[in-house]
């Protein structure tokens, strides 16, 4: 009788963990995931772009830094930044490993695999500047806490260095989940990058309160660490979903974003990328959305699409230029390229193709996007190439 009770407590115990983590990774549900798997590699290969793809290995071994030193708040003066290289290494190699995984290709797995775990023995970036206590909530350390004390934005600004180095770390660290979690998986090469990310754990701050920006407000590396750990994460998901809803306001702009001068276009489709994944780690999580969080979250769409026919739509809140500069002799001119070369926060071109195919956005995207785009390889905070999947799911 007693074993019979041990037994079915060990059962409840066990089911309650594994309820725990709700999807085999945070950002993305595992329906999606399961779909895109089921794609053949030729159709995959096809609509991420990556015919007649060759890996730059020519910049991966260039390695990450030591160290990121340099940056100003307004980081327009990156080609002068101590070990800012770091991030077009970064770029390539989450490309590659996006590829990998599309074309299934064992043997560059293999040898990205070694990749990270040569910048992992190596310590990679630790050098860089610790701007955040874990200990406390959003607190930065004495000397990190002076960004944007010049209107322009061109005073130094370590909370940048740190903030780079730490998002590299976390964007391989996702990519480690998704990719490589269950590769070899007695390799001793495991706990030598384990080891690494651990130590990188500690250098971003708990999650406090919602704002637009550092994935929101550190919410999504947070999430994803409680995901890892397989502990419960449904209060701190709903605490940004929360955040986001009350964000989005209701004339279609995001709060501190749409705002930012001549840079208000650039920031408001950043804020875009982090609501619609938002969204998606709601579908992978079970959470229903706010009753308002969708149709306000299309008005911002609007807006953006609007802003991208016309730069002089988004003038009215650019030019309160929270944080940053706006020229009165040249007021509707925004600094924004083509969205082929959006690496940042980019997934939603894709994800939003999917999920609202008749949505006239979803005609502008596929009008402007080809599969030369950064965000079908590539996420400058997510790592992996998460655009990837959902355009093939798209294209199907």
Not at 65 to 79: F, V
Not at 186 to 215: A, M, Q, V
Not at 327 to 356: A, C, E, I, M
Not at 364 to 369: D, Q
Request: glycine residues 6%.
């Amino acid at each position: 009788m007693k074993k019979i009770i041990l037994i079915i407590i060990i059962s409840i115990l066990s089911s309650n963990v594994n309820a725990k983590q709700l999807s085999k990774f945070p950002f993305i549900p595992d329906e999606i995931y399961k779909k895109f798997n089921d794609l053949t590699k030729e159709h995959k290969v096809q609509t991420c772009g990556f015919e007649n793809f060759n890996t730059k290995w020519k910049i991966i071994n260039q390695d990450l830094a030591k160290k990121i030193k340099g940056y100003n708040s307004r980081m327009d003066n990156w080609r002068q930044v101590k070990g800012a290289y770091s991030r077009n290494v970064f770029r390539h190699y989450s490309e590659a490993v996006t590829y990998a995984m599309v074309s299934e290709d064992k043997i560059l797995k293999e040898k990205l695999f070694d990749k990270l775990f040569q910048w992992a023995k190596d310590d990679a970036l630790k050098d860089t500047r610790i701007c955040y206590n874990r200990t406390y909530k959003d607190i930065l350390r004495p000397g990190c806490d002076r960004a944007w004390s010049d209107r322009d934005g061109q005073d130094l600004a370590p909370v940048k260095d740190a903030t780079v180095a730490v998002e590299i770390v976390l964007g391989l660290n996702y990519i480690y989940s998704l990719f490589y979690s269950d590769y070899k998986i007695n390799d001793e090469r495991h706990s030598t990058i384990k080891k690494w990310f651990k130590d990188f754990r500690n250098r971003f701050p708990l999650y406090d309160r919602f704002y637009f920006g550092n994935s929101v407000g550190w919410g999504f590396p947070n999430v994803f660490d409680k995901h890892q750990k397989n502990k419960n994460y449904i209060g701190i998901l709903k605490n940004i979903i929360n955040g986001a809803d009350r964000a989005i306001l209701k004339d279609g702009s995001l709060k501190n974003r749409t705002t930012r001068g001549n840079r208000g276009l650039w920031y408001h489709n950043s804020a875009l990328g982090e609501a619609f994944m938002i969204m998606e780690m709601a579908y992978a999580a079970g959470i229903k959305l706010p009753k308002k969080f969708e149709p306000e979250l299309l008005k911002a769409v609007d807006l953006f699409h609007k802003s991208m026919l016309d730069n002089s739509y988004i003038t009215p809140w650019a030019k309160r230029a929270y944080q940053g500069q706006f020229d009165k002799k040249n007021p509707h001119y925004q600094k924004f390229g083509r969205l082929d070369s959006v690496g940042f926060n980019g997934t939603w071109f894709h994800s939003f193709q999917y999920r609202y195919p008749n949505h006239p956005t979803t005609k502008f995207l596929k009008g402007r996007l080809t599969t030369r785009a950064k965000s079908l390889r590539h996420d400058g905070h997510l790592g992996i190439g998460v655009g990837c999947i959902y355009s093939a799911l798209a294209k199907k």
